[in-house]
């Protein structure tokens, strides 16, 4: 066991022996890698609160020779009095191995092979024991395991013990394991202990691991919004200058953090943790630039804001969010901002210059964060319907009520007026109309006269500026 503890470290903290020696004055985990049991009594986890179904894959794993422990994120939010999203399974057994115990097992992965066991709506992720990408070991320079120049794990499937797989997690609040037969927490990290003093500390050394795998700078905060934890110091320093990394990632891997940061119910805190950080500007490069120019005449960052609140409060009262909605949001600016510019220009309608900007726009962001087609179809509906939202003479507004998208570029309108841009009220008789009966209505709707004649109104947050008043006239 300390054989495979030192291999591992000395991989994590790099191969400098001066680094080596460095990283053992300065950091904790060193002491703390000998196995601690927290039994039943101090953790005091409810055994009802664990998940059935990953204690019987546990259990399968178990009666079939191996081990098999509840670990991660779950153990972490339970020992947190939180309920956890998803629960996974460690264990010795190799996936192949694993998934032929499973009559709902499927392989799957190929950079991180695991094997998913379904029980109806319900999935239980199991994963094997991983080890660090020890240059002794064969596996880890072939097929495996495989790491490229910048440090980047492109494979991680070299599989070791428990105790190597502690050190291969990334915080050591992730690294807890329960295990179902002796209802013991093992904790190999010193995660207990900074669990309890609310701290993110990144495993070994933190600048060698976010190398390995940019996306742990996302994780790193996420937990710190969602768990309202501090990060480490020493796991802080190094993610601001780190965080051009990010942009070699994989875009569909961005999207999937991109929505865990905004659609977990902390989507404002995680925000601010990615401002503060430096790493908003990765996931989306021209929004950031927008709100860094200073000649900038658009409220984006107090709709950004608002959007997140409004995203936070619906998942509270149980509502459903979608992507779609989020991303027509964060990026509506950018997209009115090359509309203007399209209309000024080069002299575009708005129509096709909001289709034109749609394109740009949605095109550059694709190259941070994918957006499946399924979502990106929805967010240019929501834009143009901001368009066609002025226009209310007739049966027209009561037509444009039908629209499947009516409901997202409403609540979109809403938040535009609330940020602070000049409407005329538009978002208020939106409202009136909505709550009026048939005939308040056709009153209403004639009192358009051609949507032309609604003289816009002062906005109460803002003073009104040359360029807001210009902005109301889309239905020209
Ligand atoms: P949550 O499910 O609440 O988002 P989690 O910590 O369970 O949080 P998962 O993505 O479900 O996150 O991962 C489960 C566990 O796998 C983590 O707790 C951590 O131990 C490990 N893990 C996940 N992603 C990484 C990573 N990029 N680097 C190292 N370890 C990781
Ligand atoms: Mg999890």
């Not at 950091?27 to 179904?53: F, Y």
């Amino acid at each position: 066991m300390l054989k495979s503890i030192s291999n591992a470290l000395s991989k994590v903290f790099g191969g400098n022996k001066q680094d080596h020696q460095d990283a053992i004055e300065d950091s904790e985990i060193i002491t703390s890698v000998n196995k601690r049991l927290i039994t039943e009594d101090e953790h005091q986890i409810p055994r009802r609160h664990l998940d059935d179904n990953a204690l019987k894959v546990a259990y399968r794993l178990q009666d079939a020779g191996f081990e098999g422990y509840l670990v991660g994120g779950c153990i972490r939010d339970l020992l947190l009095n939180k309920r956890p999203k998803d629960f996974d399974v460690a264990t010795d057994a190799h996936p192949e191995e694993a998934a032929e115990l499973f009559r709902r097992g499927r392989l799957i992965g190929r950079r991180f092979k695991l094997v998913h066991v379904r029980f109806g709506r319900d999935l239980i992720e199991v994963a094997t024991f991983r080890a660090s990408h020890d240059s002794q070991s064969e596996e880890s320079s072939g097929e495996q395991g495989k790491q490229c120049d910048s440090g980047m794990i492109l494979r991680d499937n070299v599989y070791g013990t428990i105790e190597d797989d502690a050190l291969r997690r990334d915080f050591t609040v992730n690294a807890l394991y329960y295990c179902p037969k002796d209802h013991c927490v093992y904790d190999f990290a010193n995660g207990y202990e900074d669990l309890k003093k609310g701290v993110l500390r990144m495993i070994g050394n933190p600048e060698a691991r976010y190398k390995e795998d940019p996306v742990r700078m996302l994780r790193a905060a996420r937990f710190a919004a969602k768990l309202n934890f501090s990060i480490d110091s020493a796991s802080e320093e190094p993610i601001s200058e780190l965080a051009p990394m990010l942009k070699r990632i994989a875009p569909a891997r961005l999207f999937d953090e991109a929505l865990k940061l905004f659609q977990s119910g902390h989507a404002i805190q995680s925000y601010q943790q990615l401002q503060r950080l430096d790493l908003f500007e990765p996931l989306f490069p021209q929004v950031q630039r927008l709100l860094q120019s200073d000649q900038l005449d658009m409220p984006i960052e107090k709709l950004i804001e608002n959007a997140l609140k409004n995203t936070d409060r619906r998942l509270a009262q149980r509502k459903s969010v979608t992507p779609a909605f989020l991303f027509a949001a964060i990026l509506w600016y950018p997209t009115q901002q090359l509309m203007q510019k399209l209309i000024r220009d080069n002299k575009m309608p708005p129509l096709p210059a909001l289709h034109e900007a749609a394109n740009q726009v949605i095109a550059e962001q694709v190259r941070s964060t994918a957006i499946p087609r399924r979502f990106s179809t929805p967010i240019r509906e929501i834009w143009e319907m901001q368009l066609r939202l002025p226009r209310r003479h007739g049966n027209k507004a009561a037509r444009l009520m039908e629209q499947p998208r009516f409901r997202a570029a409403y609540d979109l309108l809403l938040l535009r007026e609330q940020s602070g841009e000049d409407l005329g009220g538009l978002s208020q008789w939106w409202t009136d109309f909505q709550n009026a009966d048939e005939n308040a209505r056709e009153k209403m709707s004639r009192n358009q006269n051609n949507g032309k004649s609604s003289k816009p109104r002062r906005s109460r947050r803002r003073k009104p500026s040359k360029k807001n008043n210009e902005q109301v006239n889309h239905d020209g």
